[in-house]
């Protein structure tokens, strides 16, 4: 499995477009619609001031296997300096690692504290937990 790690300014081996598609199949019920993932990806790789963040892959044969996206959130000191906004790992590769590989990148990636949010229903809280994420708030939104 190969691991790359894509910054704002600069071009990744794989398109905005196959990352989104990747990330809107494999969420399944815990995903967005495609336009918020793209928003997602245009934030995390936008060099304009006050944006920002990273996408990480795991490939295996120029297919991917996982992603993950942080955005910074420009507010550090009083929330989490980054958000980490979408995991997803194949179906075929979950359970074997690669998700806590790519957990592994974006700690070593980022600086300062990451926030996530997680369904708790979701498998994957599991995962963040035994990594050392902690469940501090409960999260309320108001819709309009």
Partial sequence: MDYT??????????????????????????????????????????????????????????????????????????????????IAVHGDTRGKGVGRALMELAIENTEGDIALHVEPDNPAAGLYRKIGFTSKYLEMRYHK
Avoid: H
């Fill in 5 to 86: 790690v894509t910054k704002p300014g600069q071009s990744g081996p794989f398109t905005k477009d196959e990352i989104a598609d990747f990330l809107f199949e494999q969420l399944d019920q815990y995903g967005d619609k495609r336009e918020a993932i793209m928003k997602c990806l245009d934030y995390a790789l936008s060099t304009s001031e006050g944006k920002g963040g990273f996408v990480g892959i795991a490939s295996d044969n120029g297919r991917i296997m996982g992603v993950v996206v942080l955005n910074e959130t420009g507010m550090g000191g009083y929330i989490p300096e980054n958000i980490l906004v979408y």
